[in-house]
């Protein structure tokens, strides 16, 4: 029965190693003896009033359908559940997400989750990174959560496990720059009108390099006496210039932010003071580049296919990032940017963080690179999970490695499982329990399987074979790129849990 699925007492879960299907990798080392200490948690910054007017303005129907217009949040220490004032029904967002990565199994990871008994089925919309579905859409996703009695809402949780939402790249943030978005669209179709045709006469195949009426109004010119559709729409872009906000209004200190507003903060202010968690899973750097050239067909199609695709595929995304930076680096030492961003703050961020969030709409030679340097940023977990901490806080955000939830090992595997049974405060469960949501099949009545065997071969593609097989100098070259996001990582969430330590995770120690 249902009281027997959870242990006796609170201490911390016994974990019992037990065979199942795993992946081919070995269990990572054995942690020191002694960690060593972490730092104390990072804690959120909270939104000032001119932010939270700015966000409600990007996105006015996300928060007419909240509340507090939409009603009242239900007191206490009650999950993020209302009454709606129009149809009177109780209404819930959901009490935590597995946002990402991409290839890494956060899909399968919360099916798992969902073999716990207070666990209910949840759902993977990817509403937050796409701009067009509507919150009351959203909400009735979870209908069959908010229908649950008072007391049973105290003790169970529903998530949404929408890996997209993670990296918070320029695409997967749309619902922040509708504004951008619309105008470079109009910009776009009024420019089509003009010739395609060099002033010579010669058609747009020319060698000449004059750019053509038609290409000098989508891009502008060199010198930016005639601006393109990207830089005119970025000047009212509030997020990327502060237009939203008044240079001389003094009437509130502005906090100063590590990343610039987006996906998080949009979500925490949209679920007011009731609390919410974020779990992500990551795989070590090269891991996920490799999974993602093997999964994504067009990678291969553009760069080559076997191992001098993927050296030509990396280089010419680290290329291209790094040329990002430098010419964001020559923007600040010219003093050519854009005015105040959103929180007030000129150049408040570095040129890494910059052009991991905006690379796109930073110009029209980054808007034209293949896939705008996607699968690398996504990979930039650090800068990411920057954003995650400014908005939530680091006891609310949980970074769980990709290696361990699919280890080969089941008493890995059972530890990264406890590890987001604790984090997300649900009851502990047995080790009958634990055993039966580690495996997640047809035969444990995972109502997932199905799902979870597709997103856990994703997780587990390219599983240390592929790593073995890098060149020396591509690994050098990924492993000095993301060494940054590393260290951000620990400096985040310390090592006091972790077997490895991050930096020796991202350079794939684990497997090697």
């Known amino acids: ?103 890494s199994g956060g899909q399968a990871f919360n099916a798992k989750l969902g073999l716990h008994p207070d666990v209910r089925e949840g759902a993977k919309p990817h509403f937050w990174n796409e701009p067009d579905k509507p919150m009351n859409a959203y909400l009735d ?42 105008a470079v669209a109009a910009c776009w179709q009024a420019c089509q009108n ?23 109004c989508v891009d502008g010119d060199a010198n930016k006496s005639a601006p393109g559709c990207i830089e005119r729409a970025s000047r009212i872009d509030a997020v990327v210039n502060g237009s939203a906000f008044s240079e001389n209004d003094a009437s509130e200190s502005l906090p100063l932010r590590s990343t610039p507003l987006s996906v998080p ?52 995304f680290i290329d291209k990032f790094e040329r990002c930076e430098t010419e964001e680096k020559e923007k600040r030492a010219k003093k050519e940017t854009l005015p105040d961003d959103a929180i007030g703050h000129t ?53 769980l490695r990709t290696e361990d939830a699919f280890s080969e090992s089941a008493v890995v595997r059972k530890r990264a499982l406890n590890r987001a049974i604790r984090f997300l405060g649900l009851r502990v469960p047995t ?26 071969r994703l997780a587990r593609l390219d599983f240390g074979d592929g790593a073995a097989a890098t060149r020396s100098g591509t690994r050098k070259k990924i492993e000095a790129f993301f060494e940054p996001e590393l260290e951000t990582l620990a400096r985040l969430f310390g090592e006091d849990d972790e077997a490895t330590s991050w930096a020796a995770w991202g350079r794939g120690d684990s497997y090697r």
């Open 1 to 103: 029965d249902a009281e027997t699925a959870f242990a006796h007492t609170e201490a911390t879960p016994v974990v019992v190693a037990t065979s199942s299907v795993a992946p081919r990798l070995s269990p990572p080392p054995l942690r020191p003896p002694v960690p060593p200490e972490p730092a104390a948690a990072a804690a959120a910054v909270p939104l000032s009033d001119r932010e939270r007017a700015l966000l409600e303005s990007l996105d006015p129907d996300l928060f007419a359908a909240l509340p507090p217009r939409a009603g009242a949040w239900e007191e206490g220490a009650h999950p993020p559940c209302f009454v709606d004032d129009a149809s009177k029904r109780r209404r819930c967002l959901p009490d935590y997400h597995v946002v990402g990565a991409w290839q």
């Open 141 to 182: 996703l979870f209908a069959a959560r908010a229908e649950e009695t008072d007391d049973a809402l105290q003790i169970t949780r529903v998530g949404d496990a929408s890996p997209g939402v993670l990296a918070n790249t320029w695409t997967e943030s749309q619902r922040m720059h509708r504004p951008f978005k619309d």
């Open 194 to 216: 003009l010739p395609d045709t060099f002033n010579s006469g010669n058609a747009s195949g020319s060698d000449d390099h004059t750019s053509t009426p038609r290409r000098l």
């Open 265 to 316: 903060h949009l979500m925490r202010h949209a679920y007011g003071a009731k609390s919410v968690k974020i779990i992500a899973l990551v795989r070590s750097p090269l891991a996920r580049l490799r999974a993602a050239f093997a999964h994504y067909a067009h990678y291969a199609k553009e760069f080559g296919e076997g191992e001098d695709g993927f050296v030509s595929f990396v280089d010419f």
């Open 347 to 399: 150049h408040a961020f570095t040129p890494r963080t910059t052009c991991a969030f905006h690379f796109e709409a930073l110009g029209p030679d980054f808007e034209k690179v293949f896939y705008h340097c996607d699968q690398l940023i996504k990979t930039m977990y650090g800068t990411f999970a920057n954003g995650w901490v400014d908005a939530f806080g680091a006891a609310n955000v949980l970074f």
């Open 431 to 456: 080790d009958d329990v634990v055993s039966k949501m580690d495996s997640c099949d047809e035969a444990s009545g995972c109502a997932r399987a199905t799902v979870f065997e597709e997103d856990a």
